[in-house]
C-alpha cells in the first residue's frame, strides 16, 4: 500500500496544479520576483520543508499504528484517526473547501512566521509548509498513512516535485485557472484521501474478522 500511497501524493500534486497556481502562484512570484536564484533557493527550501513535515508525519503515524497494535486499548484511536481523516477527505470532495476553522488556524499561524519569511528565500521556501492550503494538508495527510517517516518524507518530495509546474510553469494563466483550481484540485485531494483512509479502515476491520474466526 505504501507504493500506492506515495503514487496518490504524486497524482494529488500534478493534478492539484491548477490550484497551486491559482491558490499560490501570486504569492509565490511575489517572493521570488525574477531572480532565478531566489526561485531556486526559494523551491529548494520549500521541497525540504515538505519533505521534513512529511518525514514527521510519517513518523507520527508509524508510532500511533505501532502502539495500537501493542496495546488493545489503543485500537480505537487509531480507527478514530482513520476516522478523522475521512471525514477530512470527505469535505474536500463534497464541499471542495476546508473547514473555515482551519484557514484561520493557518492564517494565524502563517501571520506569525511571515516576518520570518520574508529575510531569504530558501526560509520562505520552507516555511510555505505552514500555508492555509488543504491540498497540502491533505498530501501530509497521505503521508502519515505511509507507515514510516522516509516513506512519508518521500511521500511529500513527490507531492512537492509535482506542484513544481503550478507554482513556476502555470501562473500566467492564473485568470483561467482560478476558478477550476479551487474546485477541481481540492476534490482530488479529497478524493485520495478518503481512498487512503478507507483503504486503513479496510485493513482494520479485516484484522477483526480474522480475529474472531481464528
Excluded at 530558501?122 to 492555509?132: E, H, N, Q, S
Excluded at 476558478?179 to 486503513?200: D, F, K, Q
Aim: aromatic share 8%; charged share 10%.
Amino acid at each position: 500500500m505504501s507504493a500506492t500511497l506515495l503514487a496518490s501524493a504524486f497524482l494529488l500534486g500534478l493534478g492539484g496544479s491548477p490550484h497551486c497556481a491559482a491558490m499560490c502562484g501570486t504569492a509565490c512570484g511575489g517572493v521570488t520576483g525574477r531572480d532565478k536564484r531566489r526561485r531556486l533557493l526559494f523551491h529548494a527550501g520549500r521541497i525540504c520543508g515538505y519533505v521534513g513535515a512529511g518525514a514527521v508525519a510519517g513518523a507520527a503515524g508509524q508510532s500511533l499504528g505501532w502502539l495500537a497494535g501493542h496495546s488493545a486499548a489503543l485500537r480505537p484511536v487509531w480507527v478514530l484517526f482513520h476516522l478523522a481523516v475521512l471525514a477530512w477527505g470527505l469535505s474536500l470532495l463534497v464541499l471542495a473547501r476546508q473547514p473555515v476553522w482551519v484557514e484561520g488556524a493557518a492564517r494565524a499561524a502563517w501571520q506569525r512566521v511571515r516576518p520570518a519569511a520574508g529575510r531569504a528565500a530558501f526560509v520562505a521556501g520552507a516555511l510555505w509548509t505552514l500555508l492555509p492550503c488543504g491540498l497540502l494538508w491533505s498530501a501530509l495527510l497521505v503521508a502519515s498513512l505511509t507507515g514510516g517517516a522516509a516513506q512519508g518524507g518521500a511521500a511529500m518530495a513527490l507531492f512537492a516535485a509535482a506542484t513544481l509546474p503550478g507554482l513556476t510553469l502555470w501562473p500566467a494563466l492564473l485568470g483561467r485557472l482560478r476558478t477550476l483550481g479551487r474546485s477541481w484540485g481540492t476534490r482530488l485531494a479529497g478524493l485520495l484521501v478518503t481512498a487512503g483512509a478507507g483503504w486503513g479502515l479496510g485493513a482494520e476491520l479485516a484484522h477483526r474478522v480474522a480475529q474472531w474466526c481464528a
